[in-house]
Each structure stands twice: as C-alpha cells, then as structure tokens.
C-alpha cells in the first residue's frame, strides 16, 4: 500500500492484537496472580489518566523530547538519521518518534530496510492523522516492551514493583522508561542487567534535573537503589482460587473477594496444625472462611499444598464432593422447629430403633437414653436424627437441599434415612452456604468469589426463628478444649464421614462462616479423621488466629417471633406444679409443641397399704411420682437408669377409674409418613411398637379391625403384612387408644 494510502486509510484499532494477560488481585487491590495473554506476554491495559505524571514525563523526555509538536515523523531527526546512515555509514539512533515506535510495534513492522523505514512513517502519519497525542502516548505505554515477556506499562509496574502504574514513583518512573530502548540488555527479570538500565536511569535523570528542576529531595530518592522483582517471583497466592476465578475470566482485571491477609494467616494455621497430625498418618486438609453478610469469600484453602502431587495437591478440596457426615443434622433440627415437631429443650429418645429393615447406630455403638434435642444435636447423636428426618420426611428434606443448590444429587430414595448422617456428598462450599442460610435467617444465597458479582435477594428455606434457635442451640457446643472464649460462643457443628474417610468441622462465629475438612482426596480411611479429632482442633486455632471467635455474639432476637417460658428440666415440657426443676428456654409462639408436663403427678395414696387410691379420703396421702411413658422408660432401662414407678392400684379402684388418667397409648412403629415395600415373595413382618403411659400393662393390636396381638406393653410384637392401605389401632389395658393408617407396597 502506497504512503499515501496509509495515511487517509480508516482509523486503525490500536488495542494490543495479542490481548490482555488477567490480573487477579484481592478485595483490598493486592495482587495474587498475573496470568499469561494469550499470546503468551505478560500485558495490562491502562488508560493515560491511571499511569503516574512522572512516567508520561520520563517516557516523553527519554523516548522522544518533540513529541508534542511533531506530526508523528521528526523531519529534522529524519535527515540527521539519513546523513548519519548513508553518509557517514554510522549506525543512526534516535530518529524514530514515539508515534513511530507505536506504529513499529502495533503492526510488526520490519524496519531495518529503507522500504521498511518508508512504511513506518506512513503509519505513524495515520495514526497522528486520526488520534491526538494523548491518545497515542496512551497506546505507546500499552505496547512498549518492558524485558522478556513483560508489555505495557501496567503489566511492568506490577511485575517488577507489585503495584500499578499510577502509583509509580520518580525512580520506578525513570527506570521503567528507559527499558523499551534496549529491553534485553536492561531486563530486570535478567541477571547482569543492572548496570546498564542504572547507567540509563542516571542519565535520563539528569537530563530530566535540567529539563523540569527536579528537586534535590526527589533526586536523591529518585537515585536510590531499586530492587524490581523478576517475572519469575510474581505471586501465586490462594492458588485454587485464583486458578478458579481465572479460568472463568473474560476480562483483564478480576478483584476476587479473598482477604490475602486473612488468607495467608489461614494457610500457615493449617500447615503447622497438619505438622501435628503427620504422626497419624494424615496429611491434608482445606478450609473455607465466608462472610455470611455478604456471601463473599474471604479465604479458601484447596489443599495443604497445591504443589505436592504426592496428596493430589491442586484438587480443589472445597470443590470436591465429600460425605458430610453429620454436619447436615442443624438444618434438620431447624426444619423440625418449622414443622412444630420440636423445640430446642424437647425431649427425645436415644434408643435402639428400627425403620423396617435399617436399624440406626450411634458413632460410639452405644445409647445414652433421653436426652434433650439440644444435648442430641450438640453430642451428635445418630439416632435421634433418624427418627426426627422419618418426621420431618427424607424427601422435603431432600427437595430443601436441592432448593440451595445442592448439586449431583440422587433422588430422595436413593439416600433414604440415611442421607442426614452423610449418605449424600456435598462441596465444603455448598455446605457453608447452607450455614451461611442460618445465620442469614434462613435466607439462602450464592456464595460471592468477584467484588463486582451482584448480592441476590436468594431464597427463604427456614424461617428465621427455627435458624436461629438452630444455631443458638449449635453454642451450648463446648470447644474440644472444654473452655468458652467471652464474650460470644461459636455456634459449630462435627462430621465424621462413614468409614473414616472425612474428618469436618463448620460453624458460624460472628459474620464469619468458617469451614474445615480433614482427610484424604483419593477416601483411603483413617481411623484419626473424627470431625471433633482431627477437624475441630483446627476450626478453633482459625478463630483464635484471626479473633473470630471474639466476634462471635448471636444475632438479636428482638425482632424475632421467640419467647422465652420457664420449662420442666426433666421433660422439656412446659412445667407443671410438680415439677422439681425448671429452666428457660426458647419457644416459637403457635409453632413449637407446647404442653403442660404431666410426668410429674401428685396422686393420691393409702396410707396404710401403700396402694394407690381411687379417691381421697382421710386414709390416703399426696405423693408426687414419674409417670415416664414406655418409650422413655425404656430408654433409661437401657441405659441403666433405675426408675421409681407408681404404686399398682388398689383392688377397689375399678377399670373406668384407672383409665380416666393418664395418656392413651402413642404408635412408635410402623412410623408415620413412611410408604413400606415389601421386597420378598411372601408377607414381611412389621415391628409394631408404642409408647404408653406409665400405668398401662397390657397392649392390644388391630389391624383393619382384627386382632393380631396382644401382650405386655414392653414386649415387641411384629405383623405379617401384605399390600394395601391398612388401619392400625392399640389399645392399653386401661381402654385408650389410638390409631394410624399404614400403607404396604410390593418391589416390582
């Protein structure tokens, strides 16, 4: 094309054609990682208002003195570069201006022939001819090269001196402008080159002393030593999160929502804490900490070591889809409270059970007998958790999880009772937004990783009430060093996966959700990974490092639909006058189960015979008794808790009488809200179960009106069933009842 042509051609697009390197820097503007363009160079875009004044200065003063003046060629410069060239045979340096340099640059001219030469300066005439100088000062700083792999003034101040361009000083300025003249000599990424890009500096400095009188206290800091870090020290921080959030970047700037600060207190805690576990064999760990207020992501731990292959160190542990152990049981709990089901002093039975053929342990094999849903959910007792999801319904459960997000799901079935001890996996990032839900009043929403993703007004999957209660019951949790750290408690929850495969520990403290996963990415067992072991320990030194745990005051309850009532301490029910001790504790009005405790009973006595009476008279006494129902009576029995029962009944009193008191007999198995498959050829035995009041002694089973069987109340007794919808009724010696509709499929 002709220099004419070039000159009146449309206006060229001066973006760099290689693109644009992605800068992930943290919330506060530090940089984690600069990623390769990809052409492979290590290149930032920047606008002129953004690049400090002493770098324009220096840049125009070294490069190009007439720059402002000149039309894009110095003719003057032209014909002493020429003389010196053809003329003389000497070689000419200096001729080329800035714009002629862009034009050079832009579009890979070679310009060491005169045809060369020619060319460039029709381009740098185009370019004058539709840019004004700012404009292409701006593109010049953009392109110019900078040593190595490092282009654009953006790119070299954050590689040689971790910050970006408008903050440079006069002696980062200088040095940097000197670079583009001879960038293989004066690289700072190369050994040696100091000496010639210092002689450089020296030299502009003293041409820019006489140009702009300088100050002698800005060249005396100007002329300072400068250490410029090498490309091959650029950082790497927060590996598996930078890696993620570059992989997903479109755009040369990400300001990801990581703290480095708290990210790398966080990263030093895990390493000395996994020092302390080498003896055990165990080697790994990850850990999550997120600002709940605002879902952003303030820290993540992938692994313990992102370069170590021998522990899969760049997977991404919270990422990866584990077995969460117990540590779904909280969101169970609150959804209960939703239901009415319970309330956080409720009592509940730890005891052997069965649901058709799964009969639930305990971690420790054991049963500690009755204990309140406070005490069950903090001692993480599986049992009781079986028995409140066959209430609450595996499958809402299921469809709740899914409702936040819950990926890779299998249908409800598939997990059974069995998903609320960790039958389902689950990401550690998943299952800090399902805490972050009950400290945001069980208000789901997704997890911020970029300070420029939008908050969402999410979803309601809890009330706030029941979220609350959730957590305020997740701080009567001691720390496995049994003290409590004022002025707040840390609401935190353990999980041990089955087998011993996943070691966990997540909590709320404050606006922190912090979680921690101990274990093995390739699921060999170990039998240290118990989530109050081996994760807890961890979980506490994070909060200690980074004093979340001093921030860690519940939120208000003030506008909370809670009140709070005197309950009896033994029962959890609402006390009755008998009661021998109370406490108070948390209701929702019109929700939670609210009852008078009728354990405890004042009856009346013969004096004589010890007998209970029928009525009263001035042979009999008052005495106050446990009235325990079957269920729990034979859960202390089990757990070796003697009990004292009422005396029997006089002979006098007859059957009408004993049966106006008390509670009618409660259906325990078959559960309600369960579908039963039979899965054999023939009938299939049910347990029939139910929980009687004290005075009962004798159980009578119907099934769609036909007696099947009958015996003392603490024998078990089963029922051969066949498919259909069949009624189920008990009646106690005394003539109460109740009943249930049992539905029986066949497998196909």
Same mark, same amino acid.
């Given at each position: 094309?002709?220099?004419?042509?070039?000159?009146?051609?449309?206006?060229?697009?001066?973006?760099?054609?290689?693109?644009?390197?992605?800068?992930?820097?943290?919330?506060?503007?530090?940089?984690?990682?600069?990623?390769?363009?990809?052409?492979?160079?290590?290149?930032?875009?920047?606008?002129?208002?953004?690049?400090?004044?002493?770098?324009?200065?220096?840049?125009?003063?070294?490069?190009?003195?007439?720059?402002?003046?000149?039309?894009?060629?110095?003719?003057?410069?032209?014909?002493?570069?020429?003389?010196?060239?053809?003329?003389?045979?000497?070689?000419?340096?200096?001729?080329?201006?800035?714009?002629?340099?862009?034009?050079?640059?832009?579009?890979?001219?070679?310009?060491?022939?005169?045809?060369?030469?020619?060319?460039?300066?029709?381009?740098?005439?185009?370019?004058?001819?539709?840019?004004?100088?700012?404009?292409?000062?701006?593109?010049?700083?953009?392109?110019?090269?900078?040593?190595?792999?490092?282009?654009?003034?953006?790119?070299?101040?954050?590689?040689?001196?971790?910050?970006?361009?408008?903050?440079?000083?006069?002696?980062?300025?200088?040095?940097?402008?000197?670079?583009?003249?001879?960038?293989?000599?004066?690289?700072?990424?190369?050994?040696?080159?100091?000496?010639?890009?210092?002689?450089?500096?020296?030299?502009?400095?003293?041409?820019?002393?006489?140009?702009?009188?300088?100050?002698?206290?800005?060249?005396?800091?100007?002329?300072?030593?400068?250490?410029?870090?090498?490309?091959?020290?650029?950082?790497?921080?927060?590996?598996?999160?930078?890696?993620?959030?570059?992989?997903?970047?479109?755009?040369?700037?990400?300001?990801?929502?990581?703290?480095?600060?708290?990210?790398?207190?966080?990263?030093?805690?895990?390493?000395?804490?996994?020092?302390?576990?080498?003896?055990?064999?165990?080697?790994?760990?990850?850990?999550?900490?997120?600002?709940?207020?605002?879902?952003?992501?303030?820290?993540?731990?992938?692994?313990?070591?992102?370069?170590?292959?021998?522990?899969?160190?760049?997977?991404?542990?919270?990422?990866?889809?584990?077995?969460?152990?117990?540590?779904?049981?909280?969101?169970?709990?609150?959804?209960?409270?939703?239901?009415?089901?319970?309330?956080?002093?409720?009592?509940?039975?730890?005891?052997?059970?069965?649901?058709?053929?799964?009969?639930?342990?305990?971690?420790?094999?054991?049963?500690?007998?009755?204990?309140?849903?406070?005490?069950?959910?903090?001692?993480?007792?599986?049992?009781?958790?079986?028995?409140?999801?066959?209430?609450?319904?595996?499958?809402?459960?299921?469809?709740?999880?899914?409702?936040?997000?819950?990926?890779?799901?299998?249908?409800?079935?598939?997990?059974?009772?069995?998903?609320?001890?960790?039958?389902?996996?689950?990401?550690?990032?998943?299952?800090?937004?399902?805490?972050?839900?009950?400290?945001?009043?069980?208000?789901?929403?997704?997890?911020?990783?970029?300070?420029?993703?939008?908050?969402?007004?999410?979803?309601?999957?809890?009330?706030?009430?029941?979220?609350?209660?959730?957590?305020?019951?997740?701080?009567?949790?001691?720390?496995?060093?049994?003290?409590?750290?004022?002025?707040?408690?840390?609401?935190?929850?353990?999980?041990?996966?089955?087998?011993?495969?996943?070691?966990?520990?997540?909590?709320?403290?404050?606006?922190?959700?912090?979680?921690?996963?101990?274990?093995?990415?390739?699921?060999?067992?170990?039998? +240290?990974?118990?989530?109050?072991?081996? =994760? $807890?320990? %961890?979980?506490?030194? *994070?909060?200690? #490092?980074? !004093?979340? @745990?001093?921030?860690?005051?519940?939120?208000?309850?003030?506008?909370?639909?809670?009140?709070?009532?005197?309950?009896?301490?033994?029962?959890?029910?609402?006390?009755?006058?008998?009661?021998?001790?109370?406490?108070?504790?948390?209701?929702?009005?019109?929700?939670?189960?609210?009852?008078?405790?009728?354990?405890?009973?004042?009856?009346?006595?013969?004096?004589?015979?010890?007998?209970?009476?029928?009525?009263?008279?001035?042979?009999?006494?008052?005495?106050?008794?446990?009235?325990?129902?079957?269920?729990?009576?034979?859960?202390?029995?089990?757990?070796?808790?003697?009990?004292?029962?009422?005396?029997?009944?006089?002979?006098?009193?007859?059957?009408?009488?004993?049966?106006?008191?008390?509670? +009618?007999?409660?259906?325990?198995?078959? =559960? $309600?809200? %369960?579908?039963?498959? *039979?899965?054999? #050829?023939? !009938?299939? @035995?049910?347990?029939?179960?139910?929980?009687?009041?004290?005075?009962?002694?004798?159980?009578?089973?119907?099934?769609?009106?036909?007696?099947?069987?009958?015996?003392?109340?603490?024998?078990?007794?089963?029922?051969?069933?066949?498919?259909?919808?069949?009624?189920?009724?008990?009646?106690?010696?005394?003539?109460?009842?109740?009943?249930?509709?049992?539905?029986?499929?066949?497998?196909?």
């Amino acid at each position: 094309m002709a220099g004419g042509a070039l000159i009146f051609s449309p206006k060229p697009d001066l973006t760099p054609s290689g693109g644009y390197a992605t800068a992930v820097l943290d919330r506060h503007g530090a940089l984690m990682r600069l990623n390769l363009a990809p052409d492979d160079r290590l290149r930032l875009p920047v606008s002129l208002p953004d690049v400090a004044p002493a770098v324009v200065t220096a840049t125009v003063l070294y490069e190009d003195r007439h720059f402002r003046t000149h039309p894009g060629i110095n003719p003057a410069s032209v014909l002493r570069a020429a003389w010196t060239t053809y003329v003389s045979r000497e070689r000419a340096i200096g001729a080329s201006t800035l714009t002629m340099q862009l034009a050079r640059m832009h579009y890979d001219l070679e310009t060491r022939s005169v045809r060369g030469k020619l060319v460039q300066m029709a381009r740098a005439l185009q370019i004058e001819r539709h840019y004004n100088k700012d404009e292409i000062l701006e593109a010049y700083l953009n392109h110019a090269p900078y040593g190595g792999s490092v282009e654009g003034i953006e790119a070299a101040a954050w590689v040689y001196f971790d910050k970006p361009a408008r903050d440079l000083t006069v002696a980062e300025a200088a040095m940097l402008a000197v670079i583009p003249q001879n960038p293989t000599a004066r690289n700072p990424s190369r050994a040696g080159s100091a000496p010639a890009r210092d002689a450089a500096r020296a030299r502009l400095l003293s041409q820019w002393q006489r140009a702009d009188d300088l100050t002698p206290e800005v060249m005396a800091q100007a002329t300072l030593p400068l250490s410029p870090r090498p490309v091959s020290g650029l950082p790497f921080r927060a590996p598996h999160e930078v890696q993620h959030a570059a992989s997903r970047a479109h755009q040369p700037w990400l300001r990801s929502t990581v703290d480095l600060q708290m990210q790398e207190t966080a990263e030093k805690v895990l390493s000395r804490y996994l020092d302390t576990l080498a003896p055990l064999g165990v080697n790994n760990a990850a850990a999550l900490i997120l600002d709940h207020t605002d879902m952003s992501v303030r820290a993540s731990i992938g692994s313990a070591s992102f370069f170590d292959a021998d522990i899969d160190g760049q997977v991404d542990g919270t990422r990866a889809r584990r077995s969460p152990g117990s540590t779904l049981k909280p969101l169970l709990y609150a959804m209960a409270m939703d239901d009415g089901l319970i309330h956080p002093m409720s009592l509940m039975a730890d005891a052997p059970t069965r649901y058709a053929a799964y009969a639930p342990e305990n971690f420790d094999r054991g049963f500690l007998g009755p204990l309140s849903a406070t005490a069950a959910l903090n001692l993480s007792r599986n049992v009781p958790a079986i028995e409140l999801l066959a209430r609450v319904g595996h499958d809402r459960f299921h469809a709740m999880l899914e409702d936040a997000r819950v990926a890779d799901m299998q249908p409800a079935d598939h997990y059974g009772l069995a998903m609320i001890l960790g039958g389902n996996e689950l990401t550690m990032r998943e299952l800090s937004g399902l805490y972050a839900m009950l400290a945001n009043g069980g208000r789901w929403r997704p997890l911020r990783e970029r300070q420029t993703d939008p908050p969402t007004s999410g979803i309601d999957l809890l009330s706030p009430e029941a979220s609350f209660l959730a957590l305020d019951m997740l701080r009567d949790h001691r720390r496995p060093d049994g003290l409590r750290r004022a002025p707040g408690k840390v609401a935190w929850k353990t999980g041990t996966s089955y087998g011993f495969r996943d070691a966990w520990t997540v909590g709320v403290a404050g606006r922190h959700v912090v979680a921690v996963w101990v274990g093995h990415f390739d699921g060999r067992p170990n039998p +240290a990974l118990v989530g109050g072991q081996a =994760a $807890a320990p %961890l979980f506490f030194h *994070l909060l200690d #490092a980074l !004093d979340l @745990a001093d921030d860690a005051r519940p939120a208000p309850s003030r506008n909370l639909n809670l009140k709070r009532v005197n309950v009896c301490a033994p029962t959890g029910d609402l006390a009755g006058p008998h009661c021998p001790q109370t406490k108070t504790a948390w209701f929702i009005p019109g929700v939670s189960p609210i009852r008078v405790s009728t354990v405890h009973r004042a009856i009346r006595v013969h004096t004589a015979s010890g007998r209970r009476a029928c009525s009263s008279g001035d042979d009999t006494h008052q005495a106050v008794f446990e009235f325990w129902p079957s269920d729990i009576a034979r859960v202390f029995a089990q757990a070796g808790v003697a009990l004292q029962r009422a005396p029997k009944w006089h002979p006098d009193c007859d059957m009408t009488t004993r049966g106006a008191y008390g509670q +009618a007999p409660k259906i325990t198995a078959p =559960a $309600a809200g %369960l579908e039963y498959v *039979l899965r054999g #050829a023939e !009938d299939e @035995a049910l347990s029939l179960q139910a929980a009687t009041d004290a005075d009962a002694s004798w159980l009578y089973w119907f099934v769609d009106g036909d007696l099947i069987a009958e015996g003392p109340r603490e024998q078990l007794r089963s029922w051969a069933a066949s498919a259909g919808e069949h009624q189920l009724i008990v009646v106690d010696d005394l003539g109460r009842s109740s009943a249930r509709t049992v539905r029986v499929t066949r497998a196909h």
